[in-house]
């Protein structure tokens, strides 16, 4: 068994982002996914009690375990040498991610409020003005990377 194992429901949810660092990184780990709770709620109430904060994702790496999902990115990218070599690169790669944060809490505020004008001011307004947004920081920077670090290390793994 590998000494990395990331645990997180059977969703792409707050855990994926992780799977594909892993993937990137191209290290070998276990990938536990955990029932969801409205499939059955069995696992999850086993697990939870065991978790530092009761929540998932969670990574075991090498001996030690990490929590939150953006730590866990954050971590991730640093180990594989994509989170910036200078603390303006570091910011950046961190407003990226942020951006994109906001946009999964206004799609978990839209989706709970079950209200059909959330949804709709959602999908017509808040992605359209976020994806914008990204295209022009995209294009701002290059047209290529969103930060321009690590690109010759990017490059040599594809």
Known sequence: MADIKLTYFDLRVKGE??????AYGGVKYTDERVEVGWNDPKPWAAL?????????????????????????CRFLAREFEIAGKT???????????????DAISATYKAWYTK?????????????????AQLEARLVE?????MVEIGRASCRERV
Not at 48 to 72: E, F, V, Y
Request: net charge negative; charged share 20%; glycine share 6%.
């Open 115 to 131: 209200s059909k004008e959330e949804l709709v001011k959602l999908t017509e307004q808040t992605y359209v003005t976020m994806l």
């Open 48 to 72: 939870k009690p065991l978790t530092p904060w009761g929540q998932l994702p969670m990574l075991h790496w090498k001996g030690d375990t990490l929590c939150q999902s953006q730590a866990i």
């Open 141 to 145: 920077r290059g047209g290529e990377y």
């Open 87 to 101: 603390s303006m690169e570091m910011a950046q790669v961190d407003e990226i991610v942020d951006v994109l944060q």
């Open 17 to 22: 982002p992780a799977r594909l660092l892993l």
